[in-house]
């Protein structure tokens, strides 16, 4: 019993249903211009000998009222308004993108489609809120009077205590009215979807856009990683051995600060390009660290105290930027690596820059009481083979007799072209 009254009475006792009505007779409303403008136009285009020809009329202004309906959906702050609209009043079930502006033709037809059938189904909503609820209040007096009136119309009712089913009836029609409301609302939020929604192209640009967002945000993500990772090791390992040495060998302990100072201003010049582009996409000026700043960075490992014996081969400078850039990151992650997970143990570094490819290997002793690498890689393995990924390289990175070993390897010639 509670189930059926809470079927029966529970939306006339639930504020949405009223949001959703008004939602709803707002339709009506805006119907009423297009009713007066055609009912305007009409009789002035059609000809007297069909202007007596009911039918005919009432066709005729009903493809006119839509005619023009849907030219003014084509609007785009009709789309605004009306998207906003739904989902302020009627709740769950509008998709966001109801307010966006699309120039997808198929979009534009399914909004004209729900903008007519809000106008259309909110004008008759409309005449029933106007006519129902005052011809029930009138049906408390039938009892007394033996009739009601409505919209002029007189209909008798028994007097006394015979007529008492007038009111109950007034007030069923009350009822009927808000189920009416409660299923017009409840077909408009299943349509929703579908008429304000985005199609499935858009939805693939849409995918894409995202797709596109997370790959930047992984990108930013490496270079806060690879950058900022690399400058506070070393600004961690120089700080403790500048406060070790501070009063013994004061001059070490001024290199070692000059050290961290540049190392921080370099964490912080990336850091800013980052954050530049998290607001608003805004950026500063980027960084654009290559191979030629290679010397810097190992003079910076170096006196972070890591031994670093590097071999060029070839010219570096024929290297294209966009892998010059990224070798940089390679190398500065691989050194990071070493001064957290090995500590200050020699390394050596080999660069081959030929005519097809360019050759990396970066190898330090693997110490027996120091941090054991990860074969898994963890997240500065995982970014390198991203980056050599993104340029079509390979890339190994494992023990080698003894040996943490890194090879890298990325072809030139398809970067170029």
Not at 146 to 157: H, M, P
Not at 349 to 375: F, M, Q, V
Request: hydrophobic share 50%.
């Amino acid at each position: 019993m509670t189930a059926v009254l809470d079927v029966v009475l529970g939306p006339v006792v639930r504020p949405s249903t009223y949001r959703r009505w008004v939602f709803l007779i707002l339709g009506g409303a805006v119907l009423v211009p297009f009713m007066l403008i055609v009912g305007m136009v009409l009789p002035s285009l059609m000809p007297a000998a069909f202007q007596d020809q009911t039918l005919l009329v009432v066709a005729l202004s009903l493809v006119l009222v839509v005619g023009v309906m849907v030219l003014m959906s084509l609007i785009p702050a009709v789309r605004v308004i009306e998207g906003t609209a739904a989902l302020e009043l009627l709740g769950d079930g509008v998709p966001e993108q109801a307010t966006r502006v699309s120039l997808s033709w198929t979009s534009r037809a399914r909004f004209a489609g729900w903008f007519v059938i809000h106008l259309l189904v909110g004008g008759v909503l409309s005449v029933l809120t106007l006519t129902v609820p005052p011809a029930v209040v009138l049906t408390f007096f039938a009892p007394f009077l033996g009739q009601v009136d409505i919209l002029g119309l007189a209909i008798g009712t028994p007097r006394g205590w015979a007529g008492v089913w007038v009111p109950l009836a007034g007030l069923a029609a009350l009822l009927v009215l808000v189920h009416l409301v409660v299923g017009a609302a409840v077909l408009a939020t299943r349509a929703a979807p579908f008429l304000l929604g985005p199609t499935a192209a858009e939805r693939l640009a849409e995918l894409e856009q995202r797709t596109e967002q997370l790959a930047e945000r992984n990108r930013l993500a490496r270079e806060l990683h690879d950058s900022v990772g690399h400058a506070l090791s070393v600004v961690t390992i120089q700080a403790s051995a500048a406060g070790r040495v501070l009063d013994s060998d004061p001059e070490f302990a001024r290199t070692a600060l000059s050290a961290i100072e540049e190392s921080a201003r370099a964490a912080l010049a990336d850091l800013d390009h980052v954050l530049g582009l998290l607001r608003e996409g805004q950026s500063a000026a980027r960084p654009q660290w290559t191979l030629a700043n290679l010397p810097n960075l190992l003079e910076q490992t170096r006196i972070a105290g890591v031994t670093v014996e590097s071999t060029v081969e070839g010219s570096l400078d024929g290297v294209p930027p966009a892998v010059s850039r990224e070798a940089y990151r390679i190398v500065q992650e691989g050194l990071t690596n070493v001064l957290r997970h090995a500590g200050k143990v020699p390394v050596e570094l080999r660069l081959s820059a030929a005519d097809d490819r360019l050759e990396l290997d970066l190898s330090n002793p693997i110490h027996e009481h120091g941090t054991k690498p990860r074969a898994g890689g963890g997240h500065g393995l995982s970014g390198m083979r991203d980056r050599v990924r993104v340029l079509r390289g390979q890339m190994t990175a494992g023990p080698d007799q003894g040996r943490w070993l890194v090879q890298v390897r990325i072809p030139l010639r398809t970067v170029r072209e």
